[in-house]
């Protein structure tokens, strides 16, 4: 069983970045996990932000692509999105999402807040 903790979030100003990091609390080895983050703004629903297929595929929300970018470290057993030129609408809490077979698990979430 996973306890995935995501770390990395903060306050940046509009056009800074920032990475958050996705690991498994007891260092469990994410490898063969399909790795996703996502991000839920107040009254809004979860929505996907990027996707990590365990094969090595990456995918992107149409708001993440070309500025956010999904990557993994095997070494470190993280799995990392790095996002640039960030603006106020990216501000929210960012989960990260493991899943295998069929087993699913979440983070915490870590919270981004884009302002002046």
């Known amino acids: 069983q996973l306890h995935l903790v995501e770390s990395g979030g903060g306050l940046v100003q509009p056009g800074g970045s920032l990475r958050l990091s996705c690991a498994d609390s007891?260092?469990?080895?994410?490898?063969?996990?399909?790795v996703k983050w996502y991000r839920q703004s107040p009254g809004e629903q979860r929505e996907l932000v990027a996707g990590?297929?365990?094969?090595?595929?990456?995918d992107y929300a149409h708001f993440a692509r070309d500025r956010f970018t999904i990557s993994r470290d095997p070494a470190k057993k993280t799995v990392y999105l790095q996002m640039d030129e960030l603006n106020p609408e990216n501000t929210a809490a960012y989960y990260c999402?493991?899943?295998?077979?069929?087993?699913?698990?979440w983070g915490q979430g870590t919270q981004v807040t884009v302002s002046p």
């Open positions: 990590s297929g365990s094969g090595g595929s990456t």
């Open positions: 007891k260092a469990t080895s994410l490898s063969f996990y399909t």
């Open positions: 999402n493991a899943v295998i077979g069929d087993f699913t698990y």
